[in-house]
């Protein structure tokens, strides 16, 4: 028996790895299904007018590369539909959707020479919705143009740094490349229409590619490299100007209010009897008639108090402070004139 006999069929492990991005995927050849495809598959999608000229020019070369795996590929103009389908030919299950997606990115205005690259086994897509994640359409606007940057500058150094093609077009951003640069993508953009600024991802990105270089901190945390954003914008909505302190927070209910026979009780009121108790309201009536009687009579004879007379050392302090606070009228006069004097010489 031959060497490679013995060895027998390579076994695939099924331990659990660190990192799945650097595992190979092997690739499909045409050995592994040589009795192709039963049924036949079909897509089809629309796309907008202003796509039809350049469709129609490109179209010859759609059909020539989709050819080389055994589809084929159809252009109505009527419907303003393209339709790819598999043939009798066709070997290869996932081709079908790999060109689904390329004739997807062709109506999303991505050119032919970067959407064919789909068709390649370590080459995905991703279409982003983001219509609908700003409600206002001054603000999408804003941070739509904050995504592509002046000049394309922020697009262009999201594309170098995750090596995929963006698209940003109308409500949707196209992104086409590996299957890892297309998660950061989504994710810078996802967060930058939640407002955070497209610089700080790409800023980490950088980062990272530099500490990937550095063998020692392959095993360590990153986090602390990292930049942090910080959200500094303030909530608009009108404070309340009196604002309610809340109580702190106490398991046990409030005490209950004294009733009238509990207070009848602790005054010892409620073990009297009638006679006792209208005596003693009498009493009360009357203290309360002598206080009023009394502050009535104040306020009569308030008139009639004689005023209080100062004393010796009270009325000469008096007399200095009037004779500090006048003014000497000729002095003043004399300045005056003096004054004019030198303003007409």
């Known amino acids: 028996m031959s060497d490679n006999e013995d060895e027998g069929p390579t076994k695939l492990s099924t331990e659990p790895v660190?990192?799945?991005?650097?595992?190979?995927?092997?690739?499909?050849?045409?050995?592994?299904?040589?009795?192709?495809?039963?049924?036949?598959?079909?897509?089809?999608?629309?796309?907008?007018?202003y796509r039809e000229k350049y469709?129609?020019?490109?179209?010859?070369?759609?059909?020539?590369?989709?050819?080389?795996?055994?589809?084929?590929?159809?252009?109505?103009?009527?419907?303003?539909?393209?339709?790819?389908?598999?043939?009798?030919?066709?070997?290869?299950?996932?081709?079908i959707l790999k060109s689904r997606d390329m004739i997807k990115l062709m109506a999303r205005s991505v050119p032919f020479e970067q959407a064919k690259r789909v068709l390649q086994d370590d080459v995905g897509c991703d279409i982003i919705k983001i219509g609908n994640l700003v409600h206002k359409k001054e603000k999408f606007v804003k941070r739509r143009q904050r995504l592509i940057g002046p000049n394309g500058a922020t697009l262009k150094s999201i594309e170098l740094l995750t090596d995929c093609y963006v698209l940003v077009q109308g409500n949707t951003v196209s992104a086409l490349g590996p299957y890892?640069?297309?998660?950061?993508?989504?994710?810078?953009?996802?967060?930058?229409?939640?407002?955070?600024?497209?610089?700080?991802?790409?800023?980490?990105l950088m980062i990272k590619r530099e500490l990937m270089k550095d063998p020692q901190l392959a095993n360590e945390d990153w986090s602390?490299?990292?930049?942090?954003?910080?959200?500094?914008?303030?909530?608009?909505?009108?404070?309340?100007?009196v604002k309610k302190t809340k109580k702190e927070y106490t398991p046990f209910p409030p005490a209950q209010?004294?009733?009238?026979?509990?207070?009848?009780?602790?005054?010892?009121?409620?073990?009297?009897?009638?006679?006792?108790?209208?005596?003693?309201?009498?009493?009360?009536?009357?203290?309360?008639?002598?206080?009023?009687?009394?502050?009535?009579?104040?306020?009569?004879?308030?008139?009639?108090?004689?005023?209080?007379?100062?004393?010796?050392?009270?009325?000469?302090?008096?007399?200095?402070?009037?004779?500090?606070?006048k003014v000497d009228v000729k002095a003043l006069k004399a300045k005056l004139l003096k004054a004019n004097k030198k303003n007409r010489s």
Not at 181 to 191: K, N, P, S, Y
């Open 18 to 49: 660190d990192n799945a991005w650097s595992m190979k995927i092997p690739a499909f050849k045409e050995e592994d299904n040589p009795h192709g495809l039963i049924e036949e598959s079909s897509f089809a999608t629309l796309f907008p007018k």
């Open 55 to 95: 469709l129609r020019e490109v179209w010859p070369l759609v059909q020539q590369c989709v050819a080389e795996h055994h589809l084929k590929a159809e252009l109505d103009l009527i419907e303003g539909s393209m339709v790819v389908k598999t043939t009798r030919k066709t070997w290869d299950p996932y081709i």
């Open 180 to 204: 890892k640069g297309l998660q950061q993508v989504r994710d810078i953009v996802l967060e930058t229409m939640n407002n955070v600024h497209p610089i700080y991802n790409i800023k980490a």
């Open 224 to 241: 602390r490299f990292l930049p942090k954003f910080k959200n500094k914008n303030i909530s608009k909505r009108k404070q309340p100007k």
């Open 257 to 325: 209010p004294e009733s009238k026979i509990d207070k009848q009780l602790a005054s010892g009121e409620y073990f009297l009897n009638q006679e006792q108790k209208q005596a003693k309201k009498q009493q009360e009536r009357s203290a309360k008639q002598a206080e009023a009687a009394k502050k009535q009579d104040e306020r009569r004879n308030k008139d009639f108090v004689p005023p209080k007379e100062d004393g010796p050392n009270e009325a000469a302090d008096r007399k200095r402070q009037s004779d500090d606070n």
